[in-house]
């Protein structure tokens, strides 16, 4: 956030000192209030400006338009980016990108839109090359843009856009789309300009306006969206608080092998323990991390390569957690060796790591008993139990992947998120495996016991929401191939059909064939610890 801006309650885009409005997560959404904090420490946050949570109700309450004092605001906010980063939106020489992302005023991770690198179009696109004087970054923003246009203002299919980089990939037999040259990159770009209106029967807006106008929209929209509301559902969280929109000037982890993008959480959201949880991809932007498409490379590639940015993570950790007195889940881009905080937000976690954390932090001082006990309302103590392998009993595993709760979970395999209820509605424990997941299968995913996917991070939303929900959940399974069309799969040289078993270690990370039997433990010792803490409130 800019450090004087503070979003109006009313309307957004105001400062607080012009509005008489004091900024508060209900207003301005939870992104935005937490970008304000951390750019109050003095942290390194992109500028930005917000539309607050009322421009939403008054979208809707409208029929779905976008209120006439839009423009203004945004044209208002615009101006204030600018000054700050000596760049202009539309602008042919020195372009200004901006980020869209959605924020409510409770956390509700990946069920809302967002899209990045707007403002760039076929008039901007030799401004920014000139500026950046890195061809490989602004087309591949280019291409990304246009492919996330489609998709969330549009509804298209990003596969089909997705299929456009794996062919040329294929085609240069590389690995992915980071590899491919600058004039690869440009070539996917004109591709997917006639791909969108092929797709939508709408060519790709020049306009860098109508792009943020329509950007805008698509995230007011989102609220409404299947699986937005689905987990308000679940989480008992009122439809009618709407979601305000953050717009942030751009900074770019795809701009060589010192930038990259990562999500990290203060301790371990699945364990509770307090050490370092973050996944980092090089030369990516953030959707690559949190989509739940690529694998995130574990924070020694981080500590071998930018050895000072990963000394500066470890110290915002201390910072984040004396600021909010709670663990939290963060996201990040570095762009040319320099660290840029993008969120920051109350990290979601299983039950047995809420346990863990309230009774740490009660001994670190970071939080009162009291302030504990009521961080545990809701949760089942009585009831709390982590399930483990008693012995594989010479069972050898099938495959190792990236473990992203903990736990042990044992079922038949089935491959349609849409179809695991049904089997659950049976009475049947349903491991769900899929090449890679998304929070658009959140029913899915909390009808299922586990879940195994062949790409994905600990930190995708998807893994966040499965975490939350208590799920074994193993991602990043290289050696998983979903074979389309066949209700089955290859884990190595093993064959598993659709009905078949499979047992999840989510402690190793390990994959054994069949139903394999667990024992079960409690949390005495932080158990008896709360028990204290109630004796004598």
């Not at 539309?90 to 005023?105: E, I």
């Not at 696109?125 to 970054?137: D, E, T, V, Y």
């Not at 809701?378 to 992947?401: F, H, Q």
Request: negative net charge; contains cysteine; glycine residues 10%.
């Amino acid at each position: 956030m800019l450090p004087d801006e503070a979003a109006a309650a009313e309307r957004g885009a105001e400062s607080a000192g012009a509005a008489g409005a004091t900024p508060s997560a209900a207003t301005m959404g939870a992104k935005a209030y937490g970008l304000l904090r951390l750019a109050q420490l003095g942290l390194s946050v992109p500028p930005a400006f917000v539309l607050g949570t009322a421009v939403c109700r008054e979208y809707f309450a409208g029929g779905g338009r976008l209120p006439d004092i839009t423009r203004e605001l945004l044209t208002r906010g615009l101006s204030r980016l600018e000054a700050a980063t000596g760049r202009g939106f539309g602008d042919t020489r020195r372009p200004l990108l901006v980020s869209v992302r959605s924020g409510a005023a409770i956390s509700m991770p990946g069920m809302l839109q967002t899209i990045l690198n707007i403002g760039l179009c076929e008039h901007t696109l030799r401004g920014l090359l000139r500026a950046s004087g890195n061809p490989h970054q602004v087309r591949d923003c280019y291409r990304r843009l246009i492919r996330d246009f489609a998709e969330v203002a549009h509804g298209a299919d990003a596969a089909r856009f997705d299929a456009l980089a794996a062919r040329h990939c294929t085609e240069q037999g590389l690995a992915g789309a980071s590899e491919l040259d600058s004039a690869a990159l440009g070539q996917i770009a004109e591709e997917s300009l006639e791909l969108t209106l092929a797709l939508t029967g709408q060519p790709f807006p020049q306009d860098p306006m109508q792009q943020l106008l329509r950007a805008v929209e698509a995230v007011f929209r989102s609220w409404n969206d299947e699986k937005a509301r689905q987990y308000r559902h679940a989480n008992g969280i009122d439809d009618a608080m709407g979601t305000a929109v953050t717009v942030q000037a751009m900074v770019f982890g795809n701009s060589g092998g010192s930038s990259g993008a990562g999500v990290g959480f203060t301790r371990d959201p699945a364990t509770g323990e307090n050490r370092s949880y973050i996944d980092f991809l090089f030369n990516a932007q953030g959707e690559d991390v949190v989509s739940g498409r690529h694998a995130g490379h574990e924070t020694v590639s981080l500590s071998q390569r930018l050895p000072l940015v990963a000394a500066e993570l470890a110290r915002l950790q201390g910072v984040l957690e004396g600021e909010f007195h709670d663990m939290q889940d963060f996201e990040f881009t570095v762009e040319t060796g320099r660290l840029y905080l993008l969120q920051t937000r109350a990290g979601k976690r299983t039950p047995w790591a809420a346990l863990r954390i309230a009774v740490d932090m009660v001994n670190e001082k970071l939080l009162s008993p009291d302030e504990a006990l009521t961080r545990l309302d809701g949760i089942p103590l009585e009831a709390l139990e982590r399930a483990r392998l008693s012995d594989p009993l010479g069972v050898l595993p099938l495959a190792t992947a990236t473990p992203a709760g903990i736990g042990v979970a044992s079922g038949t395999i089935v491959f349609d998120p849409a179809r695991v209820a049904g089997f659950a509605a049976g009475g049947k424990s349903v491991i769900l495996v899929r090449p890679d997941i998304s929070t658009a299968d959140i029913a899915g995913i909390a009808a299922a016991q586990g879940i195994l996917t062949a790409a994905g991070s600990r930190t995708s939303h998807a893994a966040v929401v499965a975490r939350q929900l208590g799920k074994v959940c193993l991602v990043n399974c290289s050696m998983l191939r979903v074979l389309p069309n066949e209700s089955s799969c290859m884990i190595g040289d093993t064959r598993l059909r659709e009905g078949d078993a499979l047992t999840l270690d989510g402690d190793t990370g390990r994959i054994y064939p069949g139903l394999l039997p667990v024992v079960r433990e409690r949390p005495t010792a932080a158990l008896a610890e709360v028990a204290a803490w109630r004796s004598r409130s």
